[in-house]
C-alpha cells in the first residue's frame, strides 16, 4: 500500500495488521505464509492503529476529516474492525472540528481506545487565541465494547495551550495515561482511574469537551528537553518518548511521581540545524506561540491542510476559506484563495502575526520560507507503477480537449491568475479567486474555496467549462488530475 503505517501484530505473533495512509485502506496480513489476506477500505488517510489485549478488535485513527467542509459538522472518525471477519464493526465521528489524529491506544483491560487530536473552532473568525479560541488540544475516549465515543477532553489549561498532542500510552498496570505534546514539547501525566471517575460522575458530559479545567488536579505537565516528541512508548515504569528534531529519546521514570524530570538521550551526532530544518522546527514549534495554543502544523499538518474552512481577517469577516496547501506556495504566488497576499513571504510573517499572535526576528522567519521551499510532492496514490493509469491517460486528453491547461498549465500546473469560475456563491458571488496548483490535490479535498466538494468529481458540478463533457470523460478526467 502507499505510505505504510502503524504495524500491529496479533498476540500471538501471527498476524500483521498495516494502515496504507493514502490508499485510504488497512492490510491484514498472514506473517506465516507472508501474504496479505486483506485489504480493507478506511476512511480518510488511516495513520495509527491498536489491537485489544484479546487480538479480535481493532481500532483504527483517521488523520482527516472525509466529506464537505461547509455543512457546519466536519470530523475526522475512529473505526473499528473485527479481526477475524476483517469488517469494520463502526465507524464513530469525533466532536465537530476534530483533525490531525496522530497516536492511538488501547487500555491494558481492553475497555477504552484513546485517540489524539486537534479541536479546531473553526465556527468562530480567527480574532483572538485566549481560552482556545481558534484551536484547543484533545485526547478522545472511545468504548470499545458499546463501540462509541465516551468523551473528548481537552489537553490544555485555561491560559496555556499543550500544543499537537501527538503520541499516547497507557502504563501496563493502567492507572496513568501519557501523551506527549510535539508543539510544546512536553508529555502529560493523566490519572486515568480518576479520569474515569470524572467522566462518570459529571452531570454535563455534552460540556467537557469545552471544559479547559476537566483535568486539574488529575494531570501533570512534565518538560522535556529536546524538541518535538512524537512516538511513546511505556514499559514498566518508564516512558521512552522520540525527539524528533532533537534526534534523541527522552526518558522519564514514572514512579517518581512528584519530581518527574526528564532526560533524554543522544541517539547519535547532532544532526546540522540547515535554514530548512531550522525553518521545519519553528513550523511545528507552538511554544512561540501566545500561550501556546498552537504551531503553523495547527492549521497545516505536515505542512499540508486540516481540511476545515476558517474564517481569517485578511480578507473580511464573514468569508471561512477553505485550509490550503503550503506545498508549491512560494513558487505560485499570489496566495490565499483570492490571491490577496502577494507572496507566500507575506503569508508566513502575517501567519506568526495574525494566527500565532506572535512577532519573530526576520533571520528566524525566513528559514520558515526556506522549509516550504523545500517540500517535494508525494507521487499519487493513483498510479501505476509511477506511471499514469489508462483512464487517466484518457483524462489527459480530456484535460486539453475542455482547455483545462489554459489555466492550469504544466509545470506547475497554473497560470498564477485570478478568474471567476462561476464558483462564488452568496457574498462570494463574481469573487475572482486564485487559480491553484492541480499538483498533489489528490490529497487536499474537500475542494473550492468554501470546501463544498467532498470530492474532485463534485467540483464539476459548480465549475464551468465542463458542461459538453459525457460522464465517462468527467471520471476520466477527474482521474488524470488526482494522478498529478
Not at 81 to 104: Q, V
Request: net charge negative; hydrophobic share 35%.
Amino acid at each position: 500500500g502507499h505510505t505504510p503505517v502503524a504495524p500491529t501484530i496479533s498476540p500471538d505473533g501471527k498476524k500483521l495488521t498495516v494502515c496504507n495512509r493514502f490508499d485510504n485502506s488497512v492490510s491484514f496480513i498472514d506473517l506465516e505464509t507472508e501474504r496479505v489476506i486483506a485489504t480493507i477500505p478506511a476512511a480518510r488517510e488511516p495513520i495509527a492503529a491498536a489491537l485489544t489485549p484479546d487480538g479480535n478488535t481493532l481500532i483504527v485513527a483517521n488523520h482527516l476529516p472525509d466529506g464537505p467542509a461547509n455543512t457546519g459538522m466536519i470530523s475526522a472518525k475512529i473505526q473499528v474492525f473485527d479481526t477475524e471477519s476483517r469488517r469494520i464493526l463502526a465507524t464513530i465521528p469525533l466532536p465537530n472540528g476534530s483533525t490531525s489524529l496522530r497516536g492511538l491506544c488501547v487500555s491494558p483491560d481492553g475497555r477504552y481506545a484513546y485517540a489524539t487530536h486537534i479541536l479546531g473552532r473553526y465556527l468562530l473568525p480567527t480574532t483572538q487565541l485566549d481560552r482556545g479560541w481558534m484551536n484547543t488540544n484533545a485526547v478522545s475516549v472511545i468504548d470499545i465494547q458499546e463501540k462509541r465515543l465516551l468523551n473528548t477532553l481537552l489537553l490544555d489549561n485555561i491560559d496555556q495551550g499543550s500544543a499537537n498532542p501527538w503520541g499516547v500510552s497507557c502504563t501496563p498496570d493502567g492507572k496513568r495515561l501519557v501523551v506527549s505534546h510535539s508543539g510544546t514539547h512536553e508529555l502529560s501525566l493523566i490519572d486515568r482511574e480518576r479520569l474515569h471517575e470524572k467522566l462518570s460522575a459529571a452531570e454535563e458530559p455534552d460540556q467537557i469537551p469545552n471544559d479547559l479545567a476537566f483535568l486539574v488536579g488529575i494531570r501533570q505537565r512534565i518538560p522535556l528537553e529536546g524538541k518535538g516528541p512524537r512516538g511513546l512508548a511505556v514499559v514498566g515504569d518508564q516512558a521512552y518518548v522520540a525527539e524528533y528534531f532533537s534526534d534523541s529519546l527522552a526518558v522519564v521514570d514514572l514512579e517518581r511521581k512528584e519530581s518527574l524530570r526528564a532526560r533524554s538521550i543522544p541517539l547519535q551526532d547532532p544532526v546540522p540545524m540547515t535554514d530548512v530544518r531550522k525553518g521545519e522546527l519553528l513550523f511545528h514549534d507552538a511554544s512561540v506561540c501566545f500561550q501556546h495554543w498552537q504551531s503553523c502544523a495547527t492549521c497545516h499538518p505536515d505542512a499540508r491542510t486540516d481540511a476545515l474552512n476558517w474564517d481569517l481577517l485578511n480578507d473580511g469577516l464573514g468569508s471561512p476559506k477553505n485550509t490550503k496547501n503550503m506545498l508549491l506556495a512560494h513558487q505560485t504566488p499570489p496566495t490565499s484563495m483570492t490571491g490577496v497576499r502577494d507572496n507566500a513571504e507575506i503569508s508566513v510573517r502575517a501567519g506568526f502575526r495574525y494566527i500565532e499572535f506572535t512577532v519573530l526576528p526576520e533571520e528566524e522567519i525566513r528559514t520558515v520560507d526556506e522549509y516550504l521551499k523545500s517540500l517535494t510532492p508525494v507521487p499519487s496514490p493513483y498510479l501505476v507503477d509511477g506511471e499514469l493509469s489508462e483512464a487517466a491517460k484518457r483524462g489527459e486528453v480530456v484535460f486539453k480537449k475542455a482547455n483545462c491547461h489554459h489555466c492550469h498549465p504544466e509545470p506547475l500546473f497554473t497560470d498564477l491568475q485570478r478568474y471567476d469560475v462561476g464558483t462564488g456563491e452568496g457574498n462570494e458571488a463574481g469573487t475572482e479567486f486564485d487559480t491553484p496548483t492541480l499538483i498533489e490535490s489528490w490529497r487536499t479535498a474537500p475542494y473550492l474555496y468554501d470546501g463544498r466538494a467532498a470530492t474532485m468529481k463534485d467540483v464539476f458540478k459548480w465549475h464551468q467549462g465542463t458542461e459538453q463533457l459525457t460522464d465517462k470523460e468527467i471520471d476520466d478526467l477527474v482521474e488524470y488530475v488526482l494522478s498529478l
